[in-house]
């Protein structure tokens, strides 16, 4: 019998290590803009997003939204949008990513409450949907399509 992966590896994914985390969360490490960084991955957000704090870090053009940020613990939050943003997680990458910016401090705050890593951002649903991404729950591994 085939394995999962070798399955996925040979219908051209790209295999990427997830980390399970002290909160429960996957999380990834991705490089925006040329820049590495730390995400959680979260199939229920529907946008990737980023900190406000990560500005200058990844290097965003933001402009002001007119869209509310709602989350798990927090709503009708401010946010901006960044357009033309390349990401590369593993050896999967994508060009012109739209990234919502909003304040990460709650998830954060979450997180050190913990014990855990603190995050840059939360890769969602639209980057998962743009890389067919299949998720290996069991053996902690994310396949995305080339």
Not at 1 to 6: A, T
Not at 10 to 29: A, M, P, R, V
Not at 34 to 58: H, P, Q, Y
């Amino acid at each position: 019998m085939e394995l999962l992966s070798d399955f996925l590896l040979d219908k051209g994914y790209s295999k990427i290590k997830l980390k399970l985390t002290k909160t429960n969360h996957f999380e990834i490490k991705a490089i925006l803009n040329g820049t590495k960084g730390r995400f959680i991955l979260d199939t229920g957000a529907s946008n990737s997003c980023v900190g406000f704090e990560a500005i200058e870090r990844f290097n965003l053009t933001v402009k002001d939204s007119e869209i509310k940020a709602v989350g798990a613990g927090a709503s009708n939050m401010f946010t901006q949008i960044s357009s033309k943003n390349e990401i590369k997680i593993g050896k999967w990458e994508k060009k012109r990513i739209v990234l919502v910016l909003f304040n990460l401090s709650h998830v954060n705050e979450g997180l050190l409450h913990h014990n855990a890593n603190t995050v840059d951002g939360i890769i969602g649903a639209d980057i998962l949907k743009k890389g067919k991404a299949i998720i290996d729950y069991n053996k902690k591994y994310l396949y995305l399509k080339f």
